[in-house]
């Protein structure tokens, strides 16, 4: 389970910074998950995105899509899941990012 702060990937300003490849990937991998997850109408009751999960089991690409949605209890948290390999976390610290969708819908 990966618990992130989307804060520690960026500046002070919440702007991108020059990050390690590996750290990079991970940092857009999560925004994209919340960009999925707030472009979402309130009443839209499909948590499944089109984001292709990241695992490699066995060095095959799992070809799961993640499902993602607001934490029941932490509405301020995005809690993420492939259905096929398990691959999950929490993703916080997402708000007022350049992936924060919210007031675009």
Do not use: Q
């Not at 109408?41 to 990241?54: F, G, Y």
């Not at 490699?56 to 096929?84: M, Q, T, Y």
């Not at 398990?86 to 007022?96: A, F, M, S």
């Amino acid at each position: 389970m990966l618990i992130a702060d989307m804060r520690h990937y960026l500046g002070k300003d919440l702007s991108f910074i020059k990050l390690p490849s590996p750290a990079a990937r991970i940092r857009d991998y999560l925004g994209s998950i919340i960009a999925a997850v707030t472009l979402r109408n309130d009443w839209e009751t499909d948590k499944e995105t089109p984001i292709s999960c990241r695992r490699r089991p066995d060095h095959k690409r799992c070809e799961g899509n993640i499902i993602a949605h607001f934490d029941e209890v932490e509405s301020s948290a995005i809690k993420w899941f492939c259905p096929l390999c398990g691959d999950g976390g929490y993703i916080r610290g997402w708000e007022g990012t350049a992936w924060d969708k919210t007031m675009s819908r």
